[in-house]
């Protein structure tokens, strides 16, 4: 049982150190937050999705304490924060095809909900172009999101248990 809490512990520690450094290289932000998504992945394979909840609710009282700029944070607990357990819901039992359809779904709606919260605070803009390069970006990111599960499984893994 301590085992599985120090490394929990660890997990969390990485995600925090990850948006610590959003406030120090601000270029790689988008980077950086998908980067600080891939531990809850890990705590949802673990320990299931109960243990995930309560790692991104962890992560997101750590990450409203260290990042600086707010509206990264709302990025983050809005996007790229609650990711791993939004991929885990939809990935159960459904083909490809509807996967992928319920996921870009998701992924609009918690965009729009983002934008309308940092609309008044943060100049977006928003065109054809904006949304295309969303869709874009969101399906490389779920695909690489995919590759690192698929890693953790077939190498970290044993690495980590033994």
Do not use: H
Request: a positive charge.
């Amino acid at each position: 049982m301590s085992r599985k809490i120090a490394y929990g512990g660890i997990l969390l520690a990485i995600n925090s150190i990850l948006l610590l450094l959003v406030n120090v290289i601000p270029i790689n932000t988008l980077f950086l937050l998908g980067l600080a998504s891939l531990p809850i992945a890990i705590v949802i394979m673990e320990w299931g999705p109960k243990a995930g909840v309560i790692f991104y609710i962890g992560s997101v009282l750590l990450s409203f304490m260290l990042m600086a700029n707010k509206s990264q944070w709302i990025l983050y607990i809005f996007t790229f924060g609650i990711y791993g357990l939004v991929k885990y819901i939809i990935e159960q039992d459904r083909s490809f095809i509807q996967e992928y359809i319920i996921k870009l779904i998701c992924a609009n709606i918690l965009i729009v909900i983002t934008y309308f919260i940092l609309k008044p605070f943060v100049y977006i803009p928003v065109n054809i172009i904006t949304i295309a390069i969303f869709e874009v970006a969101f399906i490389i990111y779920d695909f690489v999101y995919s590759r690192f599960i698929d890693y953790y499984n077939d190498k970290l893994r044993k690495l980590v248990n033994k």
